[in-house]
């Protein structure tokens, strides 16, 4: 082996491993901890979680890196273009003779950054058709089941419950968030998410809207509500859903994709249900409408047909001219052959005393006798006709009597089609759908509270009988809203199961 050369140098000789380890720590105690405000570029997350960037300002560049564990409690995600103020110390990475800077403390550089972040983003998922006016959908007029994400212990919820309660109760589903920091964005997406799966697997939770609220704040406590997650489960939802997210000049993504914003979480409860009191006076004036048109309609039937009958003649007048000219016919008649009869008498007397022959004379007496008979039968005939002729032209006079029947048939048809659309209105069919009617003891409608008081006896008509009850004041119970979703209490703070 052979020795090193000899060198008159007086320089301290280092291997490359010591001067990087005096290096480090000559850098890691000169800055050990620093704050730089930098743009982020070549941002790249490794599959272990940690985060590699660089901060770069008009004229020098710094590496940086997040390890997994501060990487998990940012309130934010970084992204390329955004200004930031990294707090950290110095290190050096000996492996490629580079110094870095270990962040352990990542926030944007004040307001205009996160409004212009905000602004790209707005741009680009507006781009992607995610805002647009024909993929929202019409929110129901009186949704039976409303599903609100929230926060649990704000005074949000209660506001919106208290709301529901004023206007319309309604059931209420509760899916228990966060609405601020690091996870939010993904618990709202979830929450979001589930409601719809609900929808399509189990009806006794299946939310018909769903309300995404949150109290009022800054650009950064309001940032989960911007994140792409929660603004495309909000586009995607096949449930109508209302943004309620900060006070009214708050703006957030979500708002943009929501079927309908509403500027406070109040004023959303305002939106998902109408006036129940509104809906009675609304319904109680269709219903006086509607039986005063089906009256007008009877009446004006039962004045035309009056009319009609009016302009008709009576029908014993038309008959009884009819039947005395055929008592007129009949007499004639009856005459015409009395007359007959009697000449041929006196010429049969005629005949019998010239008959020379009792055989002769009877001879000729069958003779004329068949004469006259033939005569008498075709005279008969002849009358007959006659008489025939003129009974059918009686008959064809007797044809009004039959239009008038036909007539009168038909009105009587119009009549009970009339009174069949009267039973299809008939207040009888709301009640068997499930309503009642309560009246008072002189059956009279009880259609307000200040009508009933304490002790009040009243019948109550359901759609097969009548009961009376008497009226008193219901005791004030604790409403207690049904929780859907999982608890907040969780170590990791992430998003639970729901059942």
Known sequence: MSEPAQTNSNVTEYTVSQISTALKRAVESAFARVRIRGEISGLKRAASGHIYLTLKDEKSVLDGVIWRGTAASLNFDPENGLETIAEGRITTYAARSRYQM???????????????????????????????QARKLPLPYLPSTIGVITSPTGAVFRDILHRLRDRFPRRVLLWPVLVQ??????????????????????????????????????????????????????????????????HETDTTLIDFAADKRASTPTAAAEIAVPVRSDLLVTLAEFERQMLSAITRNIAETRRMIDIFARGLPRPDAVIGDATQHLDDRIET???????????????????????????????????????????????????????HHKWGRWTEDNRIEKLLDRTIQDRHKNLNSLSMLLESYSYHRVIERGFAVIRDLDRRPITRSAQAHDGTSATVEFSDEERIIVIGKTPNKTNKTPTAGPSKKNSDRKQGHLL
């Open 333 to 387: 008649i009856r005459r015409v052959f009395g007359t007959y009869f009697e000449r041929n008498q006196v010429a049969l007397e005629e005949i019998r005393f010239r008959l020379v022959h009792p055989h002769e004379r009877l001879s000729r007496a069958r003779s004329g006798l068949s004469f006259m008979t033939k005569q008498l039968a075709s005279a008969g005939n002849t009358t007959l006709k006659e008489n």
């Open 181 to 246: 920091g690091k996870g939010a964005a993904e618990q709202i997406a979830a929450a979001i998410d589930g409601f719809n799966i609900l929808k399509t697997k189990d009806v006794t939770y299946a939310a018909d809207l769903l309300i995404v609220a949150r109290g009022g704040g800054s650009v950064e406590d309001l940032w989960a509500f911007n994140e792409e997650i929660v603004v495309r489960a909000a586009a995607n939802s096949k449930i109508p859903l209302i943004s309620a997210v900060g």
């Open 102 to 132: 270990v962040i352990d403390r990542l926030e944007p550089a004040g307001t205009g950054a996160l409004l212009a972040l905000l602004e790209e983003r707005k741009k680009k998922l507006g781009q992607e058709g995610l805002f647009d």
